[in-house]
Structures are given as C-alpha cells and as structure tokens.
C-alpha cells in the first residue's frame, strides 16, 4: 500500500458506515428536513460514483417531469447550461406548453435546477421550492413551477423555475468566482443598495401566516433558543460528516455557540446567503430584478442575514480607499441603520457578535468541510471550482480566531 | 531522469494557455471559468510542488508541539488521551527522521494529532480548565495560519496576500 493509499484508507467518512451515520445524526439533532436530505447525502456516499449528467439527459427528465404534472405532451427546445453558482447544475430551455389548463399556447424560458451527487451545499429541493412560493410577490424570486423531489425523472432532486432576466455581474467588474467581493461601481451601487436593505427588511417582516406554506421548515418558538442551536448543529452536523481533516478551532466555536445560542425575540424568514453576486439586476436601470440561490433559507433570527451580507469576505473598499462596503453596497454602519428605519426593527449588538461568529462557523463548514469533500470525491459537475474555493479557508480561520478572541474578552 | 514534475507541468500549462485559450474565445461561460480555474489549479501546483515536503514536514511539527502542549494541560483529567497523544507524538517524531517518510505519512500523524487535540478540546467541556485550554488551542493554531494562508496565496483568493510571509520565508524561519 502506498502512502496515499494509506492516507485515504483512513478516512472513514468517504464511504461511512451505518454507525458512523447514526452515531453523528445522535449527537447533533438538527430540522427534520435537514436531517432527511444529510442522511441521504451520506448513503449516497456508499453509491456509485458520479457520473457526468449530459444536457440531453437532463432535458428529457425535465420534459418527464413537466408531462407527469401537466399531463399532455410538451416540447422543450433551445436548451444550454447556465454558468454561475457553485452548487448546483443549471440548464435554460424554452418550454413550448399549453399552459396548467391545456388551452393556451406558450413558449416559456424556465431554468432546470438539480444537484450533483455532492455539492458545496447540500440542501433540499423541497425547500427551495417552498420558499420561492412563500416569498412571491415580496421580493423578487424566480417562480417555482414544478419539483422533482425524489429524483423519479431527474438524476438527481431537482426543481423548475422561470428564467430570470438580469445580470449577477457588471460588465465593468465580470470576472468574480461567484460574486465575492464584487465592485458595482459606484453609479449602480447608488441605485442597488437601498434596494439591497428594503428587500432585506421585506424578508424579515414577512406575514408570519406565509409560514404555513414552509411545511419542510422547522417553526422557532419566539422567547426560545432551540431552533438557533438546530442550526449550529445543522453547521456541526455538515463539519462532521464532510471534513477532510479535523480544525481544533471549530471545536472551540461549536461549544461556544451552543453555550451562547441566544433566544429568537421575532421569527424571520432568513435568506441564508444575502449578500453581492447573489441577486440578477438591470444593468441599465439598476433594479434588482431577482434575488437567487434561497436553498439556505432558514426561519430564524433576522442577525443571520445581517451579519452574512456584512461579512469581509464579501466587501471591498470604496473608493476612498478607508471604508468598507459590505457586500459592495455600504458601511455596515449606514446598512444597519438603513435597516432599522426599513424594517422597524431593532439590530442588536450582541446577537451580531453571535452570528458574525455563527457565520464564519458556517462558511468554513462549507468551504473547508462540504466543499473539500466534494471534489475530493468527485462528486460534482465543477469540482476545479469547489477545489479551488478551499483556498478561503485559512484566511476565514483567521477571521474567526479574531472575532471568537473579541467575543470571549 | 527527463522527465520531472516541473517540465511535465510547464509544457501543459504553456500548450493550455497559449494554444487552447486562445481558440475557446466564444465558449460558454461555465466552460471558460472552468477553464480558467484548472490553469489556476496547475500554477499553484507548479508553484508549490518544490516546497511540498517541507512545508508538511513544518505542518507535522506543528501539530507536533501543540499536541505536546495540550497534553500537559489535559494529562490529569484525561490520561488515556494523553497517552494517545504522546504515543501519536512519537510516531511522528519517528516520520520526521525516516529519510523515505512521503508527505502522505507526515499527513497521516499531522491528522491524527489534529483529531486527537479536538477531542481534548470536546472533552474538557464544564471543565476547570476548559477556558484556559480553549484560549490555547486558539492562540497555537492561529499562530500557525500564516504559513497556512501563505502555502495557498497563489490561488489568489486571500485578500491580504501582501501582508503575508513568503513560504520560502515560512520554512527557511522553521528549518525546514
């Protein structure tokens, strides 16, 4: 045996046994739906192994799909994939249909989302789906049409959603690996950015009768903190069963968010990754047009959102050279503030500390946990990229040691 | 020998940039970003590959002695552990001696170890010494991510690039 082979011989979690499975859904007990969709990601493991999924393949379950639900015959043409994102596989096509009551005539641009085997983000199409429904006519989302839950004619899970028109990048500015740190310049940061806080605020005030419709979405209880802890075990339970190899500083992190985890005052309707690059806008007149990738949204506290948009990682500076825009829109001062007024309600300074911390948890869960292991499996369309997006990991640590050392002083 | 990793390296990278590139103007985007990343991907290993031993041979020791701290702390409370430390230790002491020790070997102890200093940090939860033990686990590791950050500037991603040491900096300083 080489030492490679010996390397890799150790790693238990690659092809997990039941025990190891069960042993670490035992310890950290996260939402329902959560569970279901990491269970299954671990017995995939034990599958076959990924297989490119070509576009005619894809095209065909879709047309499967949309027949099944519709129940007459349609034609899909003009189909391609979709670049962007780093979790999932895209393809646009037109849907040439007769509308859901069979008498209409139609040519639909609509967007096919599905999983690879493994991805940066392992979530449940259930959801997504749910909440493109619930946050219609709120924020601009694309529509959700159709779902393929359980794969029975995709692959993998996946959904269908209406072709959003916009750009995610600047002509002036198009080369950012999923929009980190993206500059808008400061004519279209103008108009973006109180565009940026009010859709904000209209998530986080949602009518808290639309969670009715979020039937795959654990409902917190306001005045209790069991659902924040779920959530860090959400970020726990993706570490453990992910990681390549192990980090004493997210031990030290998990104990103290679950010792800090404070109490939700108001249920809000959480994005989960608000931030630039993340949203499709009019380049001409600068209105956002579509807010994208909602696969993390969550029903918690509203400081999630907050301190994620506001993270370094994704900000750069302004022009002066001093301040630093959050999400490449404002201070995080003036964001806050902006956000108070919009929302009427109040950004508290505590439980930004919480979540600036909870955050950095997640996003090294996610670039040096889920995103390691998959392309370290293989298991992606795009594995150069979730490859090459470890490469945030350390800088990240080092974020989080300054910002856990501030928080236990 | 012909044929080191290095030519192997140069010849793909320059038929990748000079030749394909250039012929995938008005490919679709998804395409081009992936292509892209790979030459990223393989200048980095280009960059790195000459470093590579001694960068986790430095990885090992450093893991090494912050085991050997750890153990101190927790050793009364948590003898098993740290007698599993210690014997990891000298497995590790014994890999950086054994002239055909690959990287994949050091990885392998460097690993262990990493396990081994998380679960003292899991186990002294409600402990008396939990905070001091925290505090220090905290300070070694950070004290490391340097090195760490250093070892993946080439990939572009790190905002402070030019605040960081160069890695020949990071490994001349350790003997390495």
Known sequence: ?409 | MIQTFDTQLEVSLRALQDVVAPALSGAENHVLEQFNLALATLSFLRQRLPYARGYHRLELQHFMDCSAAVRNLIAADQPELATQMKTTESLGSQELVRPEAEIEDYLLVARKLRELINDSVKMANGKPYEAELDAFVCRQQQAFLPAQRAWCAPLGLDTEADKLPSIDDVLSRSGN
């Open chain 1, 1 to 409: 045996m080489t030492a490679l082979e010996r390397l890799k011989a150790s790693d238990s979690r690659e092809q997990p046994s039941d025990a190891l499975i069960e042993s670490i859904r035992a310890a950290y007990p996260t939402e329902r739906e959560v569970d279901a969709v990491f269970t299954r990601k671990m017995q995939r493991r034990n599958g076959p192994p990924f297989q490119q999924i070509t576009l005619p393949r894809l095209i065909d379950g879709a047309r499967q799909l949309i027949e099944a639900n519709l129940g007459y015959s349609v034609t899909i043409s003009e189909a391609k994939w979709l670049s962007g994102g780093a979790s999932k596989l895209q393809a646009v096509f037109v849907l040439n249909w007769r509308g859901f009551e069979g008498n209409a005539s139609l040519a639909t641009k609509m967007v096919l989302r599905t999983e690879p085997a493994a991805s940066i983000t392992e979530s449940s199409r259930r959801r997504e789906f749910e909440v493109l429904k619930a946050v219609a006519g709120i924020v601009p989302a694309p529509e959700s049409y159709w779902i393929d839950e359980d794969a029975t004619y995709l692959p993998y899970p996946g959904i269908v959603l209406g072709f959003c028109k916009g750009v995610a990048k600047p002509s002036l500015d198009a080369d950012k690996v999923s929009g980190l740190g993206q500059n808008y310049g400061p004519e279209l940061r103008n108009k973006l950015a109180p565009q940026f806080v009010h859709y904000l605020a209209k998530l986080h005030t949602i009518d808290p009768q639309r969670f009715a419709m979020l039937t795959s979405f654990d409902v917190p209880t306001p005045g209790s903190n069991e659902a924040v802890i779920k959530q860090v075990n959400y970020i726990r339970r993706m570490w453990e069963e992910d990681r390549l190899e192990d980090e004493p500083i997210m031990e030290v992190t998990y104990k103290w968010l679950i010792k800090h985890a404070p109490v939700i005052d108001h249920v809000s309707l959480i994005h989960g990754d608000y931030r630039n690059g993340n949203f499709l806008f009019d380049e001409q007149s600068g209105e956002i047009t579509t807010w994208l990738d909602w696969e993390g949204a969550v029903l918690g506290d509203r400081h999630r959102d907050l301190t994620y948009a506001t993270m370094d990682t994704f900000g750069h500076l302004a022009e002066d050279g001093t301040t630093r825009l959050a999400s490449g829109m404002m201070s995080k001062t003036e964001l806050f503030s902006a956000y108070e007024k919009a929302s009427g309600l109040k950004v508290d300074p505590v439980r930004l500390t919480y979540y600036n911390i909870y955050n950095r948890y997640l996003l090294l869960g996610l670039i040096m946990g889920s995103s390691a292991r998959a392309s370290y499996g293989a298991r992606t369309h795009q594995d150069v990229l979730t490859n090459y997006l470890t490469a945030l990991g350390y800088q990240n640590l080092s974020e989080l040691c300054d910002s856990l050392k501030e928080a236990i002083q």
